[in-house]
């Protein structure tokens, strides 16, 4: 596993593209082929099923190594990570060895039938052979959560050099439900006709949120309208009288939306639609945490299905009649999708994504404010003429959100940073006031700038009133404006209120502790906008 | 999650008395009216070593070890009131038998042994336990109380031999001649600078150095210290007459316009701090080497155990847990604050390595 864990610490250790395309490349020259195949399965997120919880391997490592639980959990704190966290702190390796990726995955699926002191023996040696990094991707083969900074699309990138196959061939056939143990590199990628795959899904095709003027993008007209909604973006695909649901993640969820089967008969063979999952009660949709319930379950109750029942929000048709129609300008697909959803006959759980019509973008930016009233995140911004492409790119679709809530709040606790971030207090909660005490109402840790973040750590070191463990309180005086996109009421936090996506808007260094908002003003929004 | 309670301090031992204090001054022996590395002004300070935050300005008297005279003097001034002792060779004040041992953190650095009616304390300083050929091999001296730093005090810590470090450096320099890329080392200017000069395999091509290393450089070689040879880096350097060339400078030349007429250049680093992945991905130069002058986990057991200490008390790192986990082990331990700081992260977060930025992902 020497040549994957030395492609794994270049991935790591750079942040500039070509330098990560140009180690893939390199990778795949030299690699084995069965080793090439798994690569690829987990750069896609393919995981090898987990053998052994991530706790067990915390207490070999700390028994092996001889330290105490609580030094275990100081030393975590500090790395940031639990896989290299074990990797460090067991002992040294007694004797390298050599094996490959694929040896390792092999070794790891026959551990899962075994007994737990059989497990140990046979992890705690697999770690002997190891030097800390190459234990380290072993751990990280074991616990999952490969995040080498390298999207799908920089290793189709370098995949499509390496093969000369065109990268947008290779993502669709990235697609889907195949089997790394299943398949043969060269089989795969280059046999004329691969095995059909009836649930494999269209890559999707994502926007960038709009930054500056609107008026920027041109005639109004050449735009087509359409409001955000905040659901779970999925494909809903109906080929050989079945039907597939997937989401946005590639996660095949079919299963958790007994809604959309019955539309194996009513949409015709071959058709693929583009949308939004909702729950959707009384004409308008519900909060997305009535989602969760749905997503969150193994078996989907009565109730569940009652409380919050789900829709597609459909907003585009990528394949009708069986045939791809993406390279069609939107106004067409678009027109074909209404045909497709009426003949349904499903309004139910069919909803085509309104238009929403304007004469000018002024007209736009005051329907863009009015985006909560109708429970949407702000409007989409499509160029009528506009393909369907593979991705995140810039220039035809943008998300023109509305513009967040915001409340300013004072910091009260900082936690260390995990990962890259480490040995930085970079972890806040945040509180507003009820009467002249302090409620904690809000965790963030995004939104500050490099230096930012080092000014309010060395502000932690200095004003730290108590530990607990990774965490400080601290003198109750920095303000920030927190900004979020959702409010709900909530019985499991002190404040009673949960936001969604708090993160810090701007460092408030203009204002004092005192003049940070009230419980009172959360609440308000919470009338207002909660769902 | 409750903060991990040390035992109460050695203040309250009776044993203690009148040895050594943990003042607002900084550690003190009465009996013998000295300080310890202290950080403000007093009478007479004994210095363990030459960086700034153990030898400070505005001390009366300095007593150091005779490879630290040229630094101190080159730090707080040609007119410092300096005596030096060699290893080994012991001074008497008030009947307070007063010692300097090889600590090997850097050129000159010492433990200092203090001992008064049977009764013997070490005050560690900062040290390392292996041998890196310039300052001195690191000795054990057996004590009773034994005052150590504890940088790296944590069992994620644990260093791989310096040659091995050294081959990746050298070939990484070579590696760059290959590319045409000239070698820019960082490493503090005082002691890493210049083990990593001594480390560095002359074969492959001259050594230029930043002027604050040189400097340092120079003091060392008026004490009679023989170091590699260097060349520094003056306004009117040609980099044409030197190719293959590698620099050494210090953390403060990364990002600055100093660095530009090597372009093009790979720039690295070498520190403990890069022994986690953290922070190595953190660093914004292209190579981080890990390699530390101060003890790594190993290491502070290995000279705890070796020092026979009955009890330790840990000065600055991660002194909360190292203390906790000796007292497991039934060496009694405690933790006094103090301002010494450690292997400092040598590069900001955030600051320009001044190397080629193409596109980065999002
Ligand atoms: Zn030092
Ligand atoms: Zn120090």
């Keep these: 596993m020497q040549r994957f864990t030395r492609l794994f610490n270049e991935l790591d250790q750079t942040t500039k593209t070509n330098q990560k395309v140009q180690a893939l490349v390199d990778y795949f020259e030299e690699a084995a082929e069965e080793d090439k195949i798994w690569t690829i399965a987990l750069l896609s997120g393919k995981r090898p099923g987990r053998s052994v919880g991530a706790s067990f391997l915390r207490v070999w490592a700390a028994e092996v190594g001889n330290i105490p639980d609580w030094l275990f959990e100081e030393s975590y704190h500090v790395v940031g990570d639990l896989a290299e966290t074990i990797s460090l702190v067991f002992p040294q390796a007694e004797k390298k060895m050599n094996r490959s990726l694929t040896y390792w995955i092999n070794f790891l699926k026959n551990l899962r039938e075994l007994d737990e002191d059989t497990k140990k023996e046979r992890v705690t040696g697999a770690w ?404 | 999650m409750i903060t991990d309670r040390v035992v109460a301090g050695p203040i309250n031992q009776p044993v203690f008395m009148g040895l050594l204090q943990f003042t607002s001054k900084g550690i003190y022996c009465k009996q013998a009216d000295v300080y310890i590395d202290p950080w403000k002004s007093v009478e007479k300070a004994l210095i363990t070593h030459g960086h700034s935050d153990h030898a400070r300005h505005g001390h009366k008297q300095y007593l150091c070890h005779q490879h630290s005279r040229s630094i101190l003097k080159l730090r707080l001034g040609k007119n410092i009131n300096i005596q030096t002792v060699k290893y080994g060779e012991s001074v008497s004040i008030n009947g307070v038998d007063i010692s300097f041992h090889p600590a090997g953190h850097i050129i000159g650095s010492a433990q200092i042994r203090l001992e008064y009616k049977g009764c013997v304390w070490v005050v560690s300083g900062d040290y390392k336990i292996e041998d890196d050929g310039l300052s001195g091999a690191y000795t054990p001296i057996k004590c009773q109380y034994f005052i150590t730093e504890c940088t790296f005090g944590l069992p994620v810590y644990k260093w791989i031999p310096q040659q091995e470090v050294f081959d990746d450096i050298n070939n990484w320099w070579q590696q760059n001649n290959k590319e045409g890329k000239t070698t820019v080392l960082i490493g503090y200017s005082l002691g890493k600078a210049q083990r990593l000069i001594q480390g560095l395999d002359t074969s492959i091509g001259p050594i230029l150095t930043h002027g604050a290393v040189e400097n340092i450089n120079q003091a060392l070689r008026d004490d009679g210290i023989k170091l590699n040879d260097t060349v520094s880096v003056t306004p009117d350097f040609d980099k044409k007459k030197f190719a293959n060339a590698i620099v050494v400078a210090p953390p403060s030349a990364a990002g600055t316009n100093w660095l530009k007429k090597f372009h093009p250049y790979s720039i690295g680093i070498a520190s403990g701090w890069m022994g986690l992945r953290g922070p190595r991905r953190r660093r914004t130069v292209d190579r981080g080497f890990v390699l530390s002058d101060h003890a790594d986990w190993p290491g502070l057991n290995q000279a705890v155990q070796a020092s026979g200490a009955e009890y330790v008390i840990a000065t600055h790192g991660y002194t909360n847990a190292f203390a906790r986990w000796l007292n497991e082990k039934g060496v009694q331990a405690s933790v006094e604050n103090t301002l010494f700081e450690g292997e400092l992260p040598e590069i900001k977060e955030g600051s320009n390595s001044g190397s080629t930025n193409d596109k980065t992902e999002n």
């Design chain 1, 128 to 531: 002997l052979q190891m030097a800390p990094y190459e234990r380290f991707v072993f751990n990280k083969l074991i616990t999952g959560g490969f995040r080498v900074g390298v999207s799908q699309k920089l290793m189709v990138r370098a995949l499509s050099k390496h093969t000369g196959i065109d990268e947008n061939k290779l993502a669709h056939k990235l697609m889907g439900n195949w089997q790394p143990e299943a398949i043969n590199f060269k089989q795969f990628f280059f046999s004329s006709n691969p095995e059909e795959d009836l649930s494999r899904p269209y890559p999707f095709y994502l926007a960038y949120a709009l930054e500056g003027d609107a008026e920027a993008l041109g005639d109004v007209n050449d735009w087509q309208v359409e409001r955000k909604w905040d659901g779970i973006r999925g494909q809903v695909i109906a080929r050989g009288k079945k039907v597939y649901v997937w989401s946005r993640g590639e996660e095949l969820i079919t299963e958790k939306f007994p809604e959309f089967h019955g539309l194996a008969d009513k949409l015709p063979d071959g058709t693929v639609l583009d949308g939004e999952i909702l729950a959707f009660k009384e004409g308008k949709p519900l909060s997305f945490n009535h989602l969760q319930t749905r997503i969150g379950r193994k078996n989907i109750s009565r109730k569940v299905l009652e409380n919050a029942p789900a829709v597609l929000m459909v907003y585009d048709l990528l394949e009708n009649q069986g045939k791809d129609i993406r390279d069609r300008p939107l106004s067409e697909r678009r027109k074909m999708l209404e045909e497709v959803v009426k003949k349904t006959g499903c309004e139910e759980v069919l909803k085509t994504s309104q238009i929403v019509k304007s004469q000018s973008w002024e007209e736009l930016g005051r329907e863009r404010q009015l985006s909560r009233k109708y429970y949407s995140e702000g409007l989409m911004l499509k160029k009528t003429d506009s393909t369907y492409k593979v991705g995140r790119k810039k220039g035809d679709w943008w998300k023109w959100k509305v513009d967040p809530m915001t409340i300013d709040a004072v910091m009260i606790y900082a936690m260390r940073g995990h990962g890259r971030r480490a040995n930085l207090y970079t972890d806040y909660t945040f509180a507003v006031w009820d009467g002249d005490q302090l409620v904690p109402f809000a965790k963030a840790y995004s939104g500050l700038t490099d230096q930012e973040i080092i000014a309010v750590d060395a502000f932690v070191k200095k004003n730290t009133i108590e530990r607990f463990g990774p965490v400080r309180s601290v003198k109750p005086e920095l303000v920030f404006e927190i900004a979020f996109e959702g409010i709900n009421k909530s019985s499991r936090h002190k404040s009673g209120v949960a936001l969604r996506f708090p993160r810090m808007h701007r460092w408030r260094k203009d204002k004092p502790a005192s003049e940070a908002n009230n419980l009172e003003d959360l609440f308000a929004l919470l009338k207002q906008y909660g769902g």
